[in-house]
């Protein structure tokens, strides 16, 4: 056995770089599973109209809260398979015993989780938008909220999805526990969409999101790395 | 240093915290009742009324430090969390489990109470101001503690992720309150501040003190209780769980 040579150790950027690949590369084989949060996020859009009438200035003054709030649960509802089927079938533990630290590809997974369920939410904003009216002054705030709130919302779901990784039904505790901790993202996302409505500067608002992404991003990984350890035991 | 470290280790032995839990609990328990009993009939019997609010700000003397316990519990419950996660003390566990209930009903307590406070006041039983809702948050927050607990079967495991979300709870608490301060803010500003004088006469506010304390005493008392039972569901296969059955049974 000794004309085995160990493999050279991957750094960590080419764990990140090819967790992110296969990531994706398997999200791409199942077009259906991708385009379900966007759907869902589509659908619960146009039952707004319907629920409250479709008064342009109505939809207009509620359109900041409602296209953040479904944000939320549209990032929601992929979390629960974030980590469950490498859970199931021992990639995972792979990626525990990697000579790399766990939270690095624990960043990757959740950094392709934001690929495909984050970033189509912001590019379809500008439709959503449209749907409820809301001022078009607006709508560059929007996106520049969801692009920095969206990925707060990706790594503390992590938190919560790698603590429920052994569970098998596990959607509404997710929710539960999750939740509560959007109250942040929710308050300063919708909070500088309405403040541009109404014709106010929303700087600090966006300041304090992208301060709260660079915290999300540095400490949540940690916290979702130990909670899949725990998982693993 | 080396005492300090062994008395740490003593403490986070489950039989040494029982001795001490089983000594020191009902006297905290005793002190807390008498002092709640003293500051409530002193507070709403003797305390003058408000020149605004007149009577209906008595029940500040309940409010305040439910609303405080319900805040200063999870802190409690994210440093277990953290003793939980670095040493590996198993009696951490059983105190957040002890403690968790606890803290959730001071957070329920401290809505009600604020609502009922509310109707008079505000002439609403519930508006969406800062504190309020915080509060709110919290609950949400004890609740899906408690639900993680519940949902994962394995002892140790739920407890380590229970400590876990505590901890991320805690880290989260400031920013949350800060968030939602900034949202909308109609409350009255906090009752006690550690560097100012407090702006209502003695009267009315050392009540309020002994009730808080009082609340205080009567949550150790009772996290000393109830660990002591999880202790002993625990530790029921060890050799010293026994004999004190059977020196208590026979």
New interface residues.
């Given amino acids: 056995m000794s004309s085995v040579s160990l493999a050279a150790t991957p750094s960590a950027s080419m764990l990140l770089v090819g967790q992110v690949r296969r990531d994706l590369k398997i999200a791409m084989r199942s077009p259906g599973d991708l385009a379900n949060p966007l759907m869902f996020y589509a659908l619960a859009v146009a039952l707004f109209p319907l629920g409250v009438g479709p008064s342009p200035e109505r939809l207009a003054e509620l359109a900041p809260g409602v296209l953040w709030v479904l944000a939320l649960l549209a990032t929601l509802l992929g979390l629960e398979t974030l980590f469950r089927r490498d859970f199931e079938e021992g990639t995972l533990e792979q990626l525990a015993l990697h000579a790399q630290p766990l939270f690095v590809g624990v960043l990757a997974k959740i950094g392709a989780h934001w690929l495909v369920t984050g970033l189509p939410l912001v590019l379809f904003a500008p439709i959503a938008a449209l749907m409820l009216n809301l001022p078009m002054q607006a709508l560059d705030t929007l996106m520049i909220t969801l692009l920095l709130g969206t990925p707060i919302l990706s790594v503390l779901g992590a ?1 919560g999805a790698a ?2 990784v ?2 098998r039904r ?1 959607s509404l ?1 997710l929710a ?2 999750v ?3 959007y ?2 993202v929710l ?2 996302g919708a ?1 500088a969409v309405a403040a541009v409505v109404d014709g106010v500067d929303s700087t600090a608002q966006v300041a ?1 999101l992208a301060a ?1 992404c660079a915290l999300a991003l540095t ?2 990984p940690f ?1 979702a790395a ?2 899949l350890r ?2 693993l ?1 | 240093m080396a005492s300090l470290k062994e008395w740490w280790h003593r403490l986070g032995s489950p039989r040494t915290f029982y001795a001490i839990a089983q000594r020191a609990g009902p006297w905290f328990t005793g002190l807390g009742v008498a002092a709640i009993v003293v500051a409530l009939t002193w507070g709403l019997a003797f305390a003058p009324p408000d020149y605004q609010q007149g009577n209906s700000f008595r029940i500040m003397y309940l409010h305040v430090p439910t609303a405080i316990l319900a805040q200063s519990v999870y802190m409690m419950l994210g440093a277990a969390g953290l003793v939980l ?1 670095v040493w590996r003390m198993k009696l951490a566990d059983m105190v957040i489990v002890a403690a968790a209930p606890f803290g959730m009903s001071m957070t329920a307590l401290a809505l009600v109470t604020g609502a009922i406070w509310g109707k008079p006041t505000w002439g609403a039983w519930w508006v969406w101001d800062a504190r309020t809702t915080s509060m709110l ?1 919290q609950l ?2 004890y ?2 503690l408690i ?2 607990r519940q ?2 079967p394995r002892e ?2 739920a407890g ?2 229970c400590a ?2 505590a ?3 805690t ?2 608490i400031p ?2 309150k ?3 301060d ?2 909308l803010t109609l409350h009255q500003p906090s009752t006690f501040t550690l560097t100012a004088a407090p702006s209502m006469p003695p009267e009315m506010y050392l009540p309020l003190l002994v009730s808080v304390l009082g609340f205080y005493a009567l949550f150790a008392g009772l996290v000393f209780a109830r660990t002591s039972n999880v202790i002993l569901d625990r530790e029921r296969s060890t050799a010293w769980v026994r004999a004190l059955v059977r020196e208590q049974t026979s």
């Fill in positions: 938190v603590l429920t052994s569970l596990s505790l539960l526990i939740l509560p901790l109250v942040p308050i300063l909070g304090w709260l400490l949540a916290g130990a909670g725990v998982g035991d | 996660l948050v949400f927050l609740f899906g639900a993680l949902a994962i140790e495991t380590r992720a876990i979300l901890v991320v709870g880290v989260n920013i949350i800060y968030s939602v900034w949202w």
